[in-house]
């Protein structure tokens, strides 16, 4: 009960706050074999912005005979920022797949006006089978403006979980090239999926739709 009053606490926080958020993205990636609809959010708490609050909720359809691999996920994590590139945070997480768990994540980030990158290492402990895992999460955005309302994006987030630190859970790439045209993004996009020890592969290519709020 605990955890759930926790959990909730934080995702209203995360979606009842758009006034004080530094950004909220909605993304919508749409293909033959499979439609993915992502919203991030992230706002300080404090008026330093040491603390801030990132909230990500995703959900994931496959089409056809890969509905086994569908999946929603929500995660709210608060972050205390040592400095302006470094994080530490604790997070509660619910996955349809692996249900809820306690996660400690670190993330760095280096920013300008054209390059993102962000590199986050996360330790955790899932409550569906008492076992800890370790995950990785790459995220690395350019962008190019041609003009004060048009710019050229490339988006690449990569993703891998070992279960118990030796074995393999789930991992993910996705590709994003576009433009952004007076802040409406859009472009073609690939994801590909693994599931799995032996990990089951699947490939997708959309069209994706992406907002920053």
Not at 175 to 189: A, E, M, N, T
Request: contains cysteine; proline residues 4%.
């Amino acid at each position: 009960m605990k955890r759930i009053i926790i959990f909730s606490s934080l995702l209203i926080m995360g979606f009842t706050n758009p006034l004080q958020a530094q950004f909220t993205q909605v993304e919508l990636f749409s293909g033959f074999d499979k439609t993915d609809f992502t919203l991030f959010s992230s706002y300080p708490i404090n008026k330093s912005g040491t603390l801030s609050l990132n909230t990500l909720a995703f959900f994931q359809k496959f089409k056809n005979e890969n509905e086994e691999f569908d999946e929603v996920g929500v995660q709210p994590t608060l972050f205390w920022n040592i400095t302006k590139n470094i994080g530490l945070g604790p997070s509660i997480y619910y996955n349809s797949f692996a249900g809820y768990s306690e996660r400690l994540s670190a993330k760095y980030t280096l920013k300008n006006s054209c390059l993102l990158f962000v590199v986050m290492p996360t330790v955790a402990h899932s409550e569906e089978n008492s076992a800890s895992y370790a995950e990785v999460f790459v995220q690395i955005q350019y962008n190019r403006p041609l003009n004060d309302h048009i710019s050229l994006w490339l988006n690449g987030q990569f993703l891998t979980i070992w279960n118990e630190f030796k074995r393999h859970s789930r991992s993910f790439q996705q590709l994003r090239v576009g433009v952004s045209i007076y802040d409406h993004q859009v472009g073609i996009g690939i994801d590909l999926d693994q599931f799995g020890p032996q990990p089951i592969s699947k490939l997708a290519f959309g069209f994706y739709y992406r907002k920053t709020l």
